[in-house]
């Protein structure tokens, strides 16, 4: 399985920014696919997780200023998209895609990023005031 992700960039305070996540290689008929994010001096934590019956689940920070979603497979491919508003200088981080095989659900994969198997290269993010 390979992750790779696209999108960050350095934007102000306010502004928006979509990540993309392309994966490929895999074969599952279920999966989670999720975000993180792990900023200067910080801990991973969960930004937002997508598991295979569609329940979405969002860490604590996010208050509806971030959404995640995929397209449909084709052929062991597809996208994941962190769609990101009213970014704050908080959010400055490097963000991460991560999937893994299983029908858990989306809030029992975000307890513990190693749960997950499969990692992008990450994508730096910076909010500057």
């Known amino acids: 399985v390979k992750l790779v992700e696209s999108g960050g960039g350095s934007v102000s305070v306010g502004r928006s920014l979509t990540l993309s996540c392309r994966a490929s290689g895999y074969r599952w008929s279920s999966r989670c696919v999720a975000w993180f994010r792990q900023g200067p001096g910080k801990e991973r934590e969960a930004v937002a997780g997508l598991d295979s019956e569609s329940t979405i689940t969002y860490g604590d920070f996010v208050n509806g200023r971030f959404t995640i979603s995929q397209d449909s497979v084709a052929n062991g491919e597809n996208t994941i998209y962190l769609q990101m508003n009213n970014l704050k200088p908080e959010d400055t981080a490097v963000y991460y895609c991560?999937?893994?095989?299983?029908?858990?659900?989306?809030?029992?994969?975000?307890?513990?990023?190693?749960?997950?198997?499969?990692w992008g290269q990450g994508t730096q993010v910076t909010v500057s005031s």
């Open positions: 991560a999937v893994d095989e299983g029908s858990y659900s989306s809030g029992w994969y975000l307890q513990d990023w190693r749960r997950f198997n499969y």
